[in-house]
């Protein structure tokens, strides 16, 4: 399933960067890949200003660039201050002629407004800029937030969203999880835990945060049982289609993965041959493509920012309510879990938004986790993974 967005404009593509990225960038180098005319990889650093650190940005960005298969890319600069970031922008479009991408647009966003950098070899655009139009003017955006897609104010502001909850449901998990003890054996409760987990991740109801919240039981064996790698890897997997089969895991696991976890997400044919249904699961239908509204104002800036006009059809992912509610409830649980077991949520949490290609927030995760145990070994695999921009099987993703 996916969300095309016809972009005809390149400011409203300006605008659906943070709804990329699920964050505001400030002081940035956005670097948004095209292969042909759809999105691929988007990546943002930090602005860079010594020139042998903008040639190093220059030349990591056109690698990753050019691992994804892209062939196009749009250069968005973000300025405190005019000027600042002209030669990172110069060394990044130098490396892109170099390797023969087709830079499709270069703007730089300072002070609510849009500037068109005559790097990309347009003279027609407006020397004083384009300011930036509010959200619900811009048909580009109206998908995401009709999905309830929301980007935080900026990059730190994230934290929050894993940040350990210091109210009394933590305190009944850290006692919960500390009689279950760090030590003890966790086979033989895989049967009650894989329940505990099925009905953790069926997120056909989209009012489980207005209902019942898990017990602090049902909690602490959750994240208890990520102990056993197993099971982890398995819950990862039904998680991230794709990336592991079922016949990976031993037949006992399998049974309890396809008795408890909810059907529809992962492995259709070892439900079909256990009498299940794989229409369960609650996937939502796709948002109809975005087309450009009329009226004054938009026709105003689509004519003096756009000449001539280049389509980006942007496909923002296979990415569901279905796959925002379980990185919801992952959050949620990260936010619940007493340290000992933290870095197991965390890196599983950060296998679900690289696989769905939020970086920012797979970043995000990975920091707390190895912050908490730096030799953690999945964290230590997924950051690999992003550093060098190795996805999962999944056709989008943002390094942030």
Do not use: N
């Not at 929050?160 to 933590?170: G, H, T, V, Y």
């Amino acid at each position: 399933m996916t969300t095309t967005i016809r972009i005809t404009d390149p400011v409203d593509l300006v605008k659906v960067v943070p709804y990329q990225l699920g964050y505001h960038p400030e002081r940035s180098l956005v670097l948004i890949g095209l292969r042909r005319k759809q999105i691929g990889l988007v990546q943002r650093l930090d602005l860079p200003t010594l020139p042998r650190d903008c040639e190093a940005a220059a030349d990591l960005m056109a690698g990753h660039l050019r691992k994804d298969g892209c062939t196009g890319a749009v250069l968005v600069l973000y300025e405190d201050t005019e000027g600042e970031g002209a030669v990172a922008a110069a060394a990044l479009v130098a490396r892109l002629q170099v390797g023969r991408f087709d830079l499709v647009e270069h703007v730089v966003v300072r002070d609510g407004h849009v500037y068109f950098g005559a790097l990309a070899g347009r003279a027609d655009r407006p020397v004083s800029g384009v300011l930036l139009p509010p959200d619900d003017q811009v048909p580009a955006v109206a998908d995401y937030v009709a999905h309830g897609r929301r980007p935080a104010p900026s990059r730190g502001s994230l934290d929050e969203r894993l940040a350990p909850e210091d109210d009394a449901l933590s305190e009944r998990v850290r006692l919960a999880a500390a009689r279950l003890g760090v030590l003890r054996p966790v086979l033989g409760s895989r049967p009650k835990a894989m329940a505990d987990w099925g009905a953790f991740l069926d997120v056909g109801d989209d009012a489980w945060f207005a209902g019942t919240l898990p017990s602090a039981a049902a909690t602490a064996r959750m994240c208890h049982s990520l102990r056993d790698l197993h099971l982890r890897d398995l819950v990862t997997a039904w998680l991230c289609p794709g990336t592991l089969e079922l016949t990976a895991f031993d037949e006992d696991l399998r049974a309890l993965a396809v008795e408890h976890l909810p059907a529809g997400r992962a492995w259709p044919e070892a439900y079909a041959a256990a009498g299940h249904s794989p229409a369960a699961g609650g996937v939502a239908d796709d948002a109809p493509a975005a087309r450009p509204r009329g009226g004054a104002g938009s026709r105003r800036r689509r004519a003096a920012s756009s000449k001539p006009r280049r389509v980006v059809t942007a496909v923002a992912g296979p990415r569901t309510d279905e796959d925002d509610r379980l990185v919801e409830r992952l959050c949620w649980l990260a936010r619940h879990t007493p340290e000992v077991h933290a870095s197991a949520v965390l890196s599983v949490l950060a296998s679900v938004t690289w696989h769905l290609g939020d970086g920012t927030l797979t970043r995000v995760a990975l920091d707390r986790a190895l912050a908490l145990d730096p030799g953690y070994r999945l964290a230590l695999l997924i950051e690999r993974m992003v550093e060098l921009a190795i996805r999962p099987g999944r056709a989008l993703s943002s390094t942030g």
